[in-house]
């Protein structure tokens, strides 16, 4: 239900940008975020949006990625700048199926909480 897209293979410095559509229902009132995973790590949190536009980065990417997301076709966008070797990794989109609220920002940073997730789209930057 989570169709993700954008990845590909660009040059340490460079920029993508990847995108998540979802079908079969609608996440307007849902939080929807972006999850990544290296080869031989855990999966780790990315950035987040929140169905107001309230945002919340991973440390790691912080400055460096932007999420969005259009509420009414339930995709939701990540565009990464400034991309580094150890920003290799396939990135997943994740949606929570609760309504959204009540609870903070870190609470969602959790991989947990989502139930449903893309299929995961490959990026790899070369330095």
């Known amino acids: 239900q989570l169709q993700a897209s954008g990845g590909g293979l660009v040059q340490a410095g460079g920029s993508l940008r990847l995108s998540c559509t979802a079908s079969?229902?609608?996440?307007?009132?849902?939080?929807m975020g972006w999850f990544r995973q290296a080869p031989g790590k855990e999966r780790e949190f990315v950035a987040l949006?929140?169905?107001?536009?309230?945002?919340f980065y991973g440390e790691s990417v912080k400055g460096r990625f932007t999420i969005t997301r259009d509420v009414t076709k339930s995709t939701v966008y990540l565009r990464m700048s400034s991309l580094e070797s150890e920003d290799t990794a396939v990135y997943y989109c994740?949606?929570?199926?609760?309504?959204?609220?009540?609870?903070?920002?870190?609470?969602?940073?959790?991989?947990?909480?989502?139930?449903?997730w893309g299929q995961g789209t490959l990026v790899t930057v070369s330095s």
């Open positions: 949006a929140w169905p107001l536009g309230r945002t």
């Open positions: 079969g229902r609608t996440f307007t009132r849902n939080i």
């Open positions: 994740a949606a929570d199926s609760t309504v959204a609220g009540g609870r903070s920002d870190y609470y969602y940073s959790r991989a947990g909480i989502y139930d449903f």
